[in-house]
Structures are given as C-alpha cells and as structure tokens.
C-alpha cells in the first residue's frame, strides 16, 4: 500500500483518503481521535481494525515523528459486532 | 504560551469554543482558550447531536430556537466547506400515558405561542412519521419536523477555525492547575503549561466545572454523571426523525448514512467523571428501543461510548457570574443539552462579557446561579 499517494485509500468503511487525512492534519487536528471524529476513519464496520495501523503511520509521516510517539485512541467494546435483538434477550448482568 | 490575555476560556467543548469566537466577533483582543485536552474530547464528541426546539418551558424554548435559527447558516458564516452537516428530519416523541398526554398538550400550547408547528400525532397517524413504530400501548406522539441533528465535531471546528482567524489563541492539552484570586477576583490561571494573568475567566469545563470553579473557591449545585450511547452498523433506511421516549428514557436515531445511535440513562449511575462502559447498558437500550421500535433489532451494535452530563437542579443551564467572584462567567450545567442551545449560550456569555444589550434579555436574571438560593427554578418537564 503506497501512503505517499494522496489517493490512496486508508478507512474502506468510511471511504477515507490519506489526502484526506493529511489535509485535518495540517489544519492542527493532529491526534487519531480527533482525525476520527472529523473524517470517520475508524468509525466503520471494522472499528480501525483495517485502518488504524495506517492511520498512525500518515500521522507519523505528516509529523515527522516515530510511530510510538502517537498517541493511541480508546478501543471501545464490542469486540465483535453483535445484533441489539440478541442483546435484548440476554438477562443484563455484567458476568 | 501567551502570558497575558484579556480573556481566558476554559474548555473546548462547543461552548467555550463558541464563546471564543463570539468574543472575537466583537472586536474582543487577546483571548486565550484552554482545554486540558483536544478539541471536541469531552460531552462535545460525545453527545447524540440531536438539536431539539420541543421544550416545555418558554427559556429553554428561546435558547433552543435561537440556537437552530444560527445553525441553519451558521457554516457560511464561519466560512467552513466542509458544512457542518445539518439536517432537519424532526422530532418524535412516542406518548404512553394520559398525564402524559395532558403535558405534550400543554407543551405544543407553548411552542406554538413560539411559532413552532408541532404536531400531536394520534396513533394511526404515528406510522406515517416512523413506520417501524411499535404501536403497543401507543396513544399518540408529539412531532415536529424541524427539530434534526447535526455534527458536533465540524460544528465546534468550524467555530475554531472562525476564531482562530480572528485572533484567537487555542492551547490544546493544556490543564487548569489553580487561580491567583485579588479581592474576589481572578487575576491570573495556573495551567500545567504556565501563568496567564487575566482580566476575564469563562467557566465552560463541562463535566469539570464544577471542579474548576471549587478552585476559585465557588460552590456550583451541579453533578457529573455518565451517560452512554451505541452505535450499529449502516443498515437500510428504516425511519428518520429523532426518537425519543419518554416513558422509556431513551433516544435512538438513523444517520443519514445508517448506522443507528441509541442512548439511555441509568436512574442508579453514580455521580462523577467515570466514562468506562458498561454491559448493563447495552442490555438496557437493546432491550427498550426494541420494544418501541422491534425492525431495529437486527442491526448489530459497532461501538458503544460514554460522556458526561453536567446537571444542575432543574436541569437547565447556569450563566454569567456566581456572587463569589466577579470575573468568572460560568456557562455550565446544561444537563445533557448543551450542543443544541451552543449558539444562542455563547452569544449571551459573550453580550454579558462586552457589556451589550443579551439576545434574551431575562437570562441575565433567570439563568445565574443565584436562582437557586432564590428559589427561582426554571423547571423543565421534558428533559431525558
């Protein structure tokens, strides 16, 4: 995958561009929460599990920093994917 | 960072950022914001964007149809391309008992002295609206398609972008530590980054304030409490307005791209800052939206995520100045609905700062924090 191509698409889900990602970075939005919220990347079906990796690699080109120093966004549950009617059906304790 | 600023706002939610920019749009120099954060981290990000004009009492009816009357070009005026995605697909509030039928009827009496045309649905009209209504028990609704949702995130950067064109200075991850307080006044903010010495605080640290306000030695009557909301997958068009229970205490809407948000409170959460997420939840909103609204129950759940509300005694905001120090506007304690009355809060909070004539003049007296010892509540029956 060539992150130096403009085109190149980062978030399936969303449709997200590493244009497209770059552009929220240099307007000062340089954290992947805040990329998130701005361009959908992440927010998908996938929930980052193809993108995030990516993701932090144009943050770490665009600032010219090593890929550790990014801060890292909040996995939020569920794990997998899971229909609300059988959530509903299940008794509602935490165990 | 700047060491000198005329004023200086904590918080960059959609309210402090607001003010900013609304403070700048008045020739105002020298304003420096805070955020402990980033940019729409807090309630902001985290709210269900509804914008609701539905309310039952004749403030929070100001500030809310004030607030969409902005929205609706309020990205043209902030020069944002992007738009700020807003959308008008109403508001759909399911009635389940008689006394509260007698309440949305007296509602609607009130929001059409507004010029608000809300509509009391009977219940074979209610499928017309949303036809995936559950009509079990169903006695009608109330319904008004000019309520709608839109982005929290391009509203509170389109409103950044305005304000930093116009002079403002943003210092994001930048915490509150304390103040330097001179006869009931704050003279300078201690932050994790250095002094600002300051002629003018704005209080606008959403499930924080009232700890940001302790620290200038003013009790606020407000409590922060978590509040969560999942998401689904995008599935097919299913229904568009908003729709909030009242009897059920939740909220759920179909984005424009599908995917279904849905929240509901927890009578027993405990107060504070906690924002994990909980099980319980889940099962909780499953359960309810899908015995309103049963066609939902096959979309299945992507993220859930929590935030917090900032809740006063009655429920409505808390603006202008506390009597202990005469330099701190508070714009707080929106109890869950702070994003949708952004526009008019922030123009007040700025008007007040200035000196000008208020947009809603009474808020001066019937919004302070002193209506409590007073006894003066502004007493909202139609809060979730």
Redesign the interface.
């Known amino acids: 995958m060539n992150l130096k191509d403009d085109n190149t698409i980062v978030c399936r889900c969303a449709d997200v561009t590493v244009g497209e990602i770059k552009e929220i970075i240099r307007?000062g939005?340089t954290?992947l929460?805040?990329i998130k919220?701005?361009t959908r990347a992440g927010?998908?079906?996938c929930?980052g599990k193809t993108c995030r990796n990516l993701l932090l690699q144009v943050i770490a080109n665009e600032l010219h920093v090593p890929v550790t120093e990014i801060e890292l966004s909040r996995l939020?549950?569920?794990s997998v994917?899971?229909?609300?009617?059988l959530?509903?059906k299940?008794?509602?304790?935490?165990e | 960072m700047k060491n000198k600023a005329s004023v200086v706002i904590i918080g960059g939610g959609v309210i402090g950022v607001a003010t900013a920019y609304e403070l700048a749009l008045r020739g105002v120099k020298d304003i420096v914001l805070v955020e402990k954060n980033t940019l729409f981290s807090g309630a902001t990000a985290r709210c269900g964007a509804g914008v609701r004009q539905q309310w039952g009492t004749e403030m929070n009816l100001r500030l809310s149809i004030g607030s969409v009357k902005r929205y609706e070009t309020l990205a043209e005026e902030l020069e944002y391309p992007h738009g700020i995605e807003f959308s008008q697909t109403g508001y759909f509030m399911p009635v389940y008992s008689e006394k509260q039928q007698q309440q949305f009827e007296k509602n609607i009496i009130l929001q059409r002295k507004f010029g608000l045309d809300v509509q009391y649905l009977q219940p074979n009209e209610c499928r017309s609206v949303v036809p995936i209504v559950s009509l079990d028990g169903l006695m009608g609704a109330a319904y008004y398609d000019k309520d709608g949702y839109l982005s929290p995130f391009h509203t509170t950067a389109a409103y950044a972008g305005a304000a930093i064109r116009k002079g403002v200075t943003i210092e994001k991850r930048t915490e509150v530590l304390g103040f330097v307080m001179e006869n009931e006044r704050i003279v300078c903010v201690k932050t994790s980054k250095g002094d600002i010495f300051c002629d003018t605080v704005v209080n606008a640290a959403g499930g924080w304030s009232q700890e940001i306000a302790k620290m200038a030695g003013v009790h606020l009557p407000l409590i922060s409490e978590r509040h969560q909301i999942l998401v689904t997958e995008p599935i097919e068009r299913l229904f568009r307005p908003m729709v909030m229970s009242f009897t059920h205490g939740f909220y759920t809407q179909q984005e424009p791209n599908g995917p279904i948000l849905m929240g509901v409170g927890d009578p027993n959460e405990p107060k504070g800052t906690n924002m994990d997420h909980s099980y319980h939840f889940l099962h909780t909103v499953a359960s309810l939206v899908t015995s309103v609204l049963p066609a939902v129950g096959k979309a299945r759940v992507v993220r859930q995520w929590s935030g917090l509300y900032n809740i006063s005694p009655d429920k409505a905001p808390i603006l202008g100045l506390p009597n202990e120090v005469n330099n701190m506007f508070l714009a707080v304690g929106f109890s869950g609905h702070g994003f949708m009355v952004a526009p008019m809060v922030s123009e007040i909070t700025a008007q007040m700062i200035t000196g000008e004539e208020l947009s809603i003049p009474e808020a001066r007296y019937k919004l302070d924090v002193g209506r409590y010892d007073r006894g003066e509540l502004i007493v909202e029956p139609s809060v979730v």
Not at chain 1, 90 to 94: A, F, I, K, P
């Open positions: 307007k939005y954290t929460d805040e919220r701005l927010m998908g079906q929930q939020r549950p569920p994917t899971i229909p609300l009617e959530l509903a299940e008794d509602g304790n935490e």
